[in-house]
């Protein structure tokens, strides 16, 4: 490894109900391209659901504050704390997010994984993944 050159490692476990389809080309591929997008994008999880609720307590706390200290009304308060909630999905939800490679795929991932679904006649998810990072801080 050279100084200041980060190294990125990918795990994600993408489930099929059958040999036959993960063993694909096309399952193996989409397992690839969805590390890679894991390494470039850092999602903190797979679905809406599993982020932990007092993580989107706190979020919301933030955004609707924010929202206060810039002077707007309270009846409309809620309704930018749901859009910016949104946008925290966008980018920390794997599902959510929109595919970096967009020239095979232009979407978010959790449409790819459906249509990946789709195509190979079975049920496929996303089911975990992990992602470590070794040699630039977190924030970089």
Known sequence: MQAGRPVIGVLVELAA???F??????FQ????????HIAAARPGWVEREDVPEPILT???????????????????IDKIVDGKLTAFYKDNVLYDQQF?????????VGEMVKQLA??????ISVARFARVQ????ADE
């Open 17 to 19: 109900e059958t040999d």
């Open 21 to 26: 389809v993960a063993k694909s080309d096309g």
């Open 29 to 36: 591929t989409a397992a690839n391209d969805i590390a890679m």
């Open 58 to 76: 706190k979020e919301r706390e933030l955004f609707a504050a924010q929202a206060r200290n810039e002077g707007k009304p309270e009846h409309i």
């Open 100 to 108: 970096v490679k967009t020239e095979q795929f232009d979407g978010t």
């Open 118 to 123: 789709a195509s190979m006649g079975e049920n």
């Open 134 to 137: 070794v040699g630039e801080s």
